[in-house]
């Protein structure tokens, strides 16, 4: 019986290519697509390689051989694939290459090349043989045969890749992928579970079998005269023998448990490690690997010799490293402002930042308050018309509303004042913003924003933001922002725009699942924050896109509105005002 050690090297991903590493069981291959094979291809292929082992049976090299095609007819893979493959059963190999793959062996002090090309090969399994699973691009980036065997100093697979990772990781790795398996003949306290199991059983049967027959002939003997305390005697024995049975038993399954944990372990610090790596140019990789290590980890749950706290254990290292990788970031937040301070009923709906003052709509009420942040003070304007308002807006302390089926108006004192009127040509109004001094309206139903320019006593006549031919389906934005370009966000979907085109701002997120509620931003800001209310987390980018953090708190799934001051993200939920600092 063999124990199998791996351990993998794995580069970062081709922009049209796709490696990666399988080990399921006794299953365990090399893939490499260097062009045509997006991620997504790549991540569907390996998930149908589980459910595929799972229906087939592989128990001569022919049946490896018509596996593999298979998986290249029916998920027609493209000619430049590469693939080296094994699978172990019953102290034998069976191995397979295709295109540029290749499988080496070192055995004893000798190392060679096994197959290549499109090949096959089965044979024994000899004790600590080390089968090395790779392509042509690892092959060269390794520095060919010689580098191979530089690699090997009675190293095990797990110290051969800690010591190749850091050289190669300063070459350009893209696409390179291999696996170091070794087999090494367990001894007999590293039998498997089923097979101790069964000798336990068949062994505890016989010794109790006999045991229960020597308490039937003491209890004979009782019967003819003999003395009581050579019964009692044997049953403490039996007892005893029946305890240490159940505990010998109990240590064979937690120790066959425990060697799995480890290697499990191995195995998913492999692959986090390579996660972050590869974490800054390509995120969706890191995201698969992620993934992966947590599918490890769940096949653990169903032994049962397996405990919580080393579960629990394997679950931590990967909370952490995810954490880091996706920068994820978990934050307190505290009560910052509460507007029952004016009124018990009090509860916003809205709040819209303009300079240091936060404008709050308690629609209900029919009240707009005005918070100074820093000084932390607060004035009122009530208006029955309140209860109407739809939008809220603010430039340099004067307020503006926006009221479905009527218009746009000015607060002047508790006044309202129409400062554009109802438009025929407007579709659904979803938001309203300002800057320097005009009024922007998003119009999701027509896919235009709407600008107002300020003039001396009133505002002109609307102009369509978007240069010909640039605008975009707005059907499922809810919230825009402007700091000099717009940026608009809702649903999945994040855009920038730049004097009415289209800019680059292709965000790489952590999470693809994503639902935005709100975007903000603003002249002061350096970043953008992307509310997921569903998620309870804000994504911060920077104005180029790039990723920055994910920030996660319980009262960002549970706000009403947010905005951004300073190093302040501000929450509004009912009568209340949050700080996440």
Known sequence: MYRQDLAFYLGEQKEDGYSTVVNLDNLFFCFEASSGFSQEQGHEFVEFVKKKMALVKIDRLSSLDNFVAELIEEKNLPSGISIAMGFYKEGGIYLKTVGRGKIYIKRGDKMGLLIERDNTASGPVQDKDIFIFLTDNFFELVGGEKGLKDVFDHRSPSQIIEEITPTLKAKSDLGAVSLFVSFNLAEQEDMTLAESSQEEYQSRDSRIKKITEKVVDIWRLMKTGKKTFTFLTVIILFLLFIWSVILGFQRRIYSNA????????????????????????????????????????????????????????????????????????????????????????????????????????????????????????????????????????????????????????????????????????????????????????????????????????????????????????????????????????????????????????????????????????????????????????????????????????????????????????????????????
């Open 258 to 581: 425990s060697k799995k944990v480890k290697m499990t372990e191995e195995l998913i610090t492999q692959k986090l490690a390579s996660a972050e790596e590869v974490a800054f140019l390509n995120m969706d990789r890191a995201t698969i690997l992620i993934k992966e290590s947590k599918e490890e980890v769940d096949k653990l749950k169903n032994d049962k010799g397996v405990k919580k706290a080393q579960l629990s254990r394997l679950e931590e290292i990967i909370f952490r490293a995810e954490n880091r990788i996706f920068k994820k970031e978990q934050k307190s937040f505290s009560e910052f402002f509460d507007l029952a301070v004016d009124d018990k009923a009090a509860s916003g709906e809205i709040i819209y930042l303009d300079r240091d003052s936060a404008f709050i709509l308690d629609k209900k009420r029919g009240v707009i308050y005005r918070l100074a942040v820093d000084k932390k003070s607060l004035e009122k304007i009530v208006n029955s018309d309140f209860k109407k308002t739809d939008l809220v807006a603010a430039y340099e302390d004067n307020v503006y509303v926006f009221i479905k089926g009527s218009g746009v108006y000015t607060v002047e004192g508790t006044k309202l004042k129409k400062v554009i009127d109802q438009d025929k040509d407007w579709g659904e109004i979803a938001d309203m913003t300002m800057y320097n001094g005009n009024i922007y309206l998003l119009d999701k139903g027509k896919d235009e924003i709407w600008k107002y320019q300020k003039g001396e006593d009133e505002f002109g006549n609307k102009i369509g933001y978007f240069q010909s031919g640039q605008s975009s389906d707005l059907s499922k934005v809810k919230s825009f922002v402007i700091d000099g370009s717009i940026f608009l966000a809702g649903d999945k979907t994040v855009m920038k725009y730049t004097s009415g085109s289209r800019d680059g701002f292709d965000i790489d997120l952590p999470n693809k699942d994503v639902f935005f509620n709100r975007v903000f931003t603003s002249k002061e800001e350096d970043k953008v924050y992307l509310w997921d209310k569903s998620k309870g987390v804000i994504y911060v980018v920077g104005k180029t896109g790039d990723f920055v953090e994910q920030i996660n708190s319980q009262i960002i799934d549970e706000g009403d509105d947010f905005v951004v001051y300073g190093n302040r993200i501000l929450f509004l939920k009912g009568s209340k005002i949050y700080e996440i600092d």
